[in-house]
């Protein structure tokens, strides 16, 4: 009898009658090695000693796998970082799978409460990526100005060339007009186990996806690193890559409303490394973990970075050369107060939320520091009133990419893919930048918010994209707006333009009146910062519908230290 044998009916596999995941509890085993290159064993640590170094991509020994299911347990994912598989097993397991030679350690999988083969997919013909000269950013200008973008857009940074991985709970990602020319070279359903990430009737775990919105969260994510609709909404990112990584299962309760369902982490640790293996350079995950329904869960003390086994694949991940971007939680409202994990792992870039213009800091958006000390988060952005696609699904029978409609949304999961595309642009600009480069010019160059230096409510402050590239922003000698234009409007819909400069950061406003004097139409912007705001989408701009007749309108558009008056003239349908 082998040792192998003999361990395994020393575990109780003999006198085993019913598949033990009849009542479920998941279970990490982690192995005690694996096969090396050259036919030896590869000693593997626990997980919390777990180091970037060789053997990380080797797999799993096949044999101790086949071991584990011939003991009648399902495997649910491998991880070939940890050398570990998770298993649902009924809680008595665990003693007897500790005594199984091959394996060093057993813990539960860890759940928390909700707040594949590439497939490549060229842009279909006609729609490519934005060029700099077509940016026009409608509504979704506030949160990309508010961190600097359009000055990377203009000189051409928009994230070509550069791989993103998104970890969410799915994307409608070929409904949505603003994804007609998204660049998808890769997607994984890791919760149903197949390769559609969009709204699916039946499906064996998350049922059917558009009743219950399985995927409107992921899809609002993706729309604000890469939508583009011009007009409406550019992204940070449009033109990068993405893979897309289905992870989170938020399928409603049968009684109605939403049920907290455990996610489990092995999802999430299968996706970082699915991301990993498809040479993603950045992750974006607009998830976090922390305490559970059903008592379970971490503490604050667990805070460390390294308990948490996402917290210890983040960081895995980050010392494999991928930058990683976390939002920071919404939860400094509840009891909990702290950032989530993998938020708290070192060198994950942590993200907390505040209002595009103000710097105001969210009142959810969670705090610092880890249990170790640490300053969490690490930066922070808009994250209040994020103007980004609705989520929804195309309807049956409506065509791919017909969907229009958009929606305000807010929390850091919309203010971490703000964060993660500036990282998109600076490793386009800087293709050699380690994760620690790009994390080091986030923080050496963002703007300070909170109490002078880093704090346990902004972390080093808000993202400046222009400050940390390096590039240089035209700064006016003095604030003035200029010219409208085109003046006259012709055509049956056209858009009239308001070009200004900033020397400093200003409120403006825009008021237009008809020939009788009557004010016919009111643009109010809060704040916009210091630069020159002169391309369509930049400026502000009056889009003339159809209320409005032909004949000459009068203008008044101010700033806090200027005021310019001046007439235009629409000519409606030349």
């Known amino acids: 009898m082998t040792p192998l044998r ?14 033990a995941w009849v009542a479920a509890e998941p279970l990490w085993v982690f192995f005690a090695d694996k096969p090396g290159g050259r036919g030896e064993a590869l000693s593997w640590p626990a997980p919390r000693q777990v180091r970037a170094g060789p053997g990380l991509d080797v797999d799993l020994d096949r044999r101790y796998t086949a071991a584990v299911e011939a003991l009648g347990l399902r495997v649910r994912a491998r991880s070939r970082w940890f050398n570990a598989v998770s298993v649902d097993a009924d809680p008595g397991w665990a003693d007897r799978l500790r005594r199984l030679s091959f394996v060093r350690e ?4 860890r759940r928390w409460r909700r707040p594949s083969p590439a497939w490549p997919a060229e842009p279909p013909p006609g729609r490519l990526a934005p060029r700099p000269a077509d940016l026009d950013y409608g509504p979704s200008l506030a949160q990309v100005a508010a961190v600097d973008v359009p000055l990377l857009h203009t000189r051409g940074l928009l994230g070509e060339g550069v791989r993103v991985a998104l970890i969410d709970a799915g ?24 390769d559609e990430v969009g709204d699916e009737p039946g499906q064996p775990v998350t049922g059917d996806e558009a009743d219950h919105g399985q995927n409107i969260h992921g899809t609002g994510v993706l729309g604000v690193i890469a939508g583009n609709d011009p007009g409406r909404l550019i992204g940070v990112a449009p033109a990068a890559e993405y893979l897309l990584a289905k992870t989170e299962d938020i399928t409603p309760s049968e009684g109605g409303g939403a049920r ?3 996610i489990e982490e ?4 299968a996706a970082i490394e699915w991301a990993d293996s498809l040479g993603a350079r950045v992750v974006n995950a607009s998830v976090g973990y922390n305490r559970f329904d ?3 869960g971490y503490d604050w003390e ?10 210890r694949a983040a960081e895995l991940a980050v010392a494999r050369g991928i930058v990683v971007v976390a939002a920071a939680g919404n939860e400094a409202l509840r009891d909990w107060h702290y950032v989530t994990v993998p938020a708290d792992a070192p060198g994950v870039i942590a993200v907390g939320s505040v209002h595009p213009w103000s710097g105001e800091i969210a009142p959810s958006s969670s705090r610092g520091p880890t249990a170790d000390g640490r300053i969490k988060p690490d930066v922070v952005a808009p994250g209040r009133g994020v103007f980004t696609v609705s989520g929804r699904g195309a309807a049956e029978g409506s065509e791919p990419f017909s969907v229009r409609e958009y929606s305000q949304v807010s ?3 919309y203010a971490a893919p703000i964060a993660a595309g500036v990282c998109a642009l600076l490793l386009q600009q800087h293709p050699g930048w380690t994760p620690e480069d790009v994390a080091s010019a986030l923080r050496s160059t963002a703007v300070d918010l909170g109490p002078a230096g880093p704090d346990t409510l902004y972390g080093w402050g808000r993202v400046d994209a222009a400050r940390a590239s390096g590039l240089k922003a035209p700064r006016p000698a003095a604030s003035a707006a200029l010219a409208p234009f085109p003046n006259p409007a012709r055509g049956a819909a056209p858009t009239v333009h308001f070009p200004v400069d900033l020397a400093g950061a200003e409120s403006l406003s825009l008021r237009l009146f008809d020939a009788a004097g009557a004010l016919v139409h009111v643009i109010d912007r809060r704040r916009l910062p210091a630069g020159t705001y002169h391309l369509p989408g930049l400026a502000l701009s009056w889009e003339v519908g159809g209320d409005f007749a032909s004949g000459v309108y009068y203008y008044r558009l101010e700033g806090d230290s200027f005021r310019r008056t001046g007439k235009i003239a629409v000519l409606r349908g030349l």
Not at 106 to 109: A, E, K, T
Not at 171 to 194: K, S
Not at 266 to 269: A, G, L, S, T, Y
Request: hydrophobic share 50%; no cysteine.
């Open 6 to 19: 003999r361990s395994l009916l020393a575990a109780g596999a003999a006198t085993l009658l019913l598949p």
């Open 106 to 109: 057993v813990r539960p999988v």
């Open 171 to 194: 994307f409608n990602w070929t409904a949505h007009a603003a994804f007609a020319g998204l660049r998808v070279v890769a997607a994984r359903d890791f919760i149903n186990g197949d």
């Open 260 to 262: 907290e369902l455990p």
């Open 266 to 269: 092995d999802r999430w640790v």
């Open 294 to 296: 059903d008592g379970t």
């Open 302 to 311: 667990d805070l460390d970075g390294a308990t948490a086994l996402t917290s």
């Open 411 to 413: 929390g850091t999961s």
